[in-house]
């Protein structure tokens, strides 16, 4: 029998680029198929983040791995998940309380009397009207980008509850593999064994800095805001507290956007004590936002421009999610371009 001729380096490399588009394009296809579950993906390694600990500390007690994964995500609904349905529906409550009523109808009202005296003040102009036609064009549009984010949510309640399927099968299968998925990870990643390390334990790092970070912040800032517009009688209090802690992740900028304007209606509408002391307590909130980079510091370098612009980037592509999705994607960027500089540049 006639041994085959040696495969020339020529032919070789026309293997390996033919072997290469075929994996390139098998991998767009799988991408493109799973890229409407790429925010339920993340919030599952968010979770796995969170519940790793306590199922580490589960399995050390002589659990097995089902129950322990299993009992760490049962605690983790209860201590996350539920409070969080409640938000949810505390927050659609509320938002259809506003388009339904007359909630706002008072600062509407008080309003149109300071616009009335101005109108007097300068009889040769038409002030009045214009602001009038422009506050009411902002609160339609308001109300209406709610209603929407309201409806769409009940109409789209079969791919909630398959998100939500997608959600606890990966995550339980990232608790109970114990390690063998990020092994099988990094084998994938194009460094040496000591960057490949060094990437992986900064992206850990990265992500305890973005999930505790951002948590706590939103949560140190969003709630004495919300306990505080619930004291004074400020209306849809728990509506703008969850607005607060959605802006909370936006560093140094974001919360002063929900307590500024309401100390000004209160202000208007001469609630002077209900001014003073929310303006005590935002005051105290921005003063919070300065921990923010000593906490980052502590757990993992970043830079609250990479947080801005992540945000930015997350929010386009993955809607409220983005708030935590897009500052993790960017890091991850920076981080990989930084080892393939030190790896083959």
């Known amino acids: 029998m006639e041994r085959e001729p040696p495969e020339t380096a020529r032919e070789k490399q026309v293997r390996l680029a033919i072997a290469g588009i075929v994996v390139l394009f098998l991998a767009y296809i799988t991408l493109a198929s799973l890229w409407a579950f790429t925010s339920t993906f993340f919030l599952a390694i968010f979770a796995y983040v969170i519940l790793k600990?306590?199922?580490?500390?589960?399995?050390?007690r002589g659990l097995g791995k089902t129950s322990a994964g299993i009992t760490a995500m049962l605690i983790g609904a209860v201590v996350i998940g539920i409070p969080c349905v409640i938000l949810f529906a505390m927050l659609a409550n509320e938002t259809l309380h506003l388009i339904n009523n007359t909630t706002f109808q008072p600062y509407v009202t008080m309003v149109d009397g300071h616009l009335s005296t101005l109108q007097k003040m300068f009889p040769d102009t038409n002030v009045s009207a214009a602001v009038n036609e422009a506050l009411i064009g902002v609160?339609?549009?308001?109300?209406?980008?709610?209603?929407s984010l309201v409806l769409s949510v009940i109409?789209?309640?079969g791919k909630l509850m398959l998100d939500l399927l997608i959600l606890i099968f990966t995550l339980y299968y990232l608790l109970v593999s114990e390690g063998s998925l990020g092994k099988f990870g990094r084998s994938l990643i194009p460094f040496n064994r000591k960057n490949t390390e060094k990437l992986a334990s900064e992206?850990?790092?990265?992500?305890?800095?973005?999930?505790?970070?951002?948590?706590?912040?939103?949560?140190v800032q969003a709630v004495p805001l919300m306990l505080?517009?619930?004291?004074?009688?400020?209306?849809?209090?728990v509506f703008f507290g969850i607005i607060a802690a959605v802006l909370a992740c936006i560093?140094?900028?974001g919360v002063p956007f929900v307590?500024?304007?309401?100390?000004?209606?209160?202000?208007?509408?001469?609630?002077?004590?209900?001014?003073?002391?929310?303006s005590v307590i935002g005051l105290i909130v921005f003063g919070i936002e300065n921990l923010r980079p000593v906490i980052q510091n502590r757990i993992g370098q970043l830079h609250p421009l990479i947080s801005i612009l992540g945000i930015i980037i997350g929010l386009q592509y993955f809607g409220i999610m983005g708030v935590l999705i897009g500052p993790l994607l960017l890091s991850y960027t920076?981080?990989?371009?930084?080892?393939?500089?030190?790896?083959?540049?």
């Open 53 to 60: 600990p306590l199922y580490v500390s589960l399995r050390s």
């Open 139 to 147: 609160l339609s549009a308001a109300l209406n980008a709610l209603k």
């Open 155 to 157: 109409q789209n309640v």
């Open 203 to 219: 992206f850990k790092k990265v992500t305890y800095s973005v999930l505790i970070c951002t948590g706590l912040m939103a949560i």
């Open 228 to 237: 505080v517009f619930m004291y004074y009688g400020v209306p849809a209090a």
């Open 251 to 253: 560093p140094f900028t």
């Open 259 to 278: 307590w500024v304007p309401i100390v000004l209606a209160e202000i208007m509408q001469k609630n002077y004590d209900a001014a003073m002391g929310i």
């Open 334 to 345: 920076l981080l990989t371009m930084q080892m393939f500089k030190e790896e083959y540049a």
